[in-house]
């Protein structure tokens, strides 16, 4: 653990020190705020619950877009930047590598997305919005995001080209979302196969509706579990190449 906590600290440092990090923070925060003028305020007059609903529906494809664009700084980068060699040579784990860098960038990658939280507290000015469907949402976005960055560590140690990695990482994602409509083309039990696949679209809907379901809970645990796991596998299958 003391291993783990060093390296998170290490890599949060790093993400205060560059301003890669928060260029990428910038554009989330913007398109968050471009997407609930747009899409959850509108024009036409609607109920706060729905004003909220369609502003977490769009701000957890947002994280998404987050966790993909942040796994640039995980596993690939230290490969470009040749300070792979340094963590491959100190004592540390493979798995406490994985889990160290995961932690830092996602608990840099969860304050941004709490930073849009004024957005849904402006829709109190003129209307009333539950608590309970604001933490709800936001659980579901950092879930959602959390579960892109698992994916993303896991991509990102196949590759040594960051840029390859932010691309590899939303292919993934993609994919996985891209189940829900082929779903609907093919008969039981491969319909329920593929829309369970869904991360968004099956995983993140009752999220935005005010809804925390513990199945949905085990799926986003259960995909970061096995991708860092998988991660960890390929970095110690790398390690002493």
């Given at each position: 653990m003391r291993n783990i906590g060093l390296l998170v600290m290490r890599e949060l440092g790093g993400?205060?020190?560059r301003p890669s990090g928060y260029y990428i923070a910038a554009v989330l925060l913007l398109l968050d705020g471009l997407l609930f003028n747009a899409f959850a305020i509108g024009d036409e007059r609607q109920v706060?619950?729905?004003v909220l609903r369609i502003f977490f529906y769009f701000g957890g494809a947002v994280t998404m877009i987050g966790g993909v664009l942040f796994s640039m700084r995980l596993l690939a980068e230290e490969r470009a930047a040749g300070t792979d060699v340094l963590l491959f040579t100190s004592p540390i784990r493979e798995g406490e590598?994985?889990?160290g860098k995961y932690l830092a960038t996602l608990l840099f990658m969860s304050l941004v997305t709490l930073c849009s939280l004024y957005l849904p507290a402006l829709i109190l000015l003129n209307g009333k919005v539950s608590g309970g469907h604001i933490a709800a949402g936001y659980i579901g976005m950092i879930l959602l995001g959390a579960t892109t960055l698992a994916l993303g560590a896991?991509?990102?140690s196949l590759t040594k080209n960051p840029f390859l990695?932010?691309?590899l990482?939303?292919?993934i994602v993609v994919l996985l979302e891209?189940?829900?409509p082929l779903s609907q083309t093919v008969d039981p039990p491969f319909r329920e196969l593929l829309g369970y696949l869904a991360l968004h679209t099956s995983h993140f809907t009752p999220f935005q509706?005010?809804?925390v379901q513990l199945s949905d809970l085990v799926f986003f645990g259960g995909v970061i579990y096995f991708s860092l796991l998988a991660a960890t596998k390929v970095l110690e299958s790398q390690r002493w190449r």
């Open positions: 993400y205060l020190r706060s619950s729905e590598i994985v889990v896991l991509a990102s990695a932010v691309v990482t939303g292919a891209l189940c829900y509706n005010g809804l």
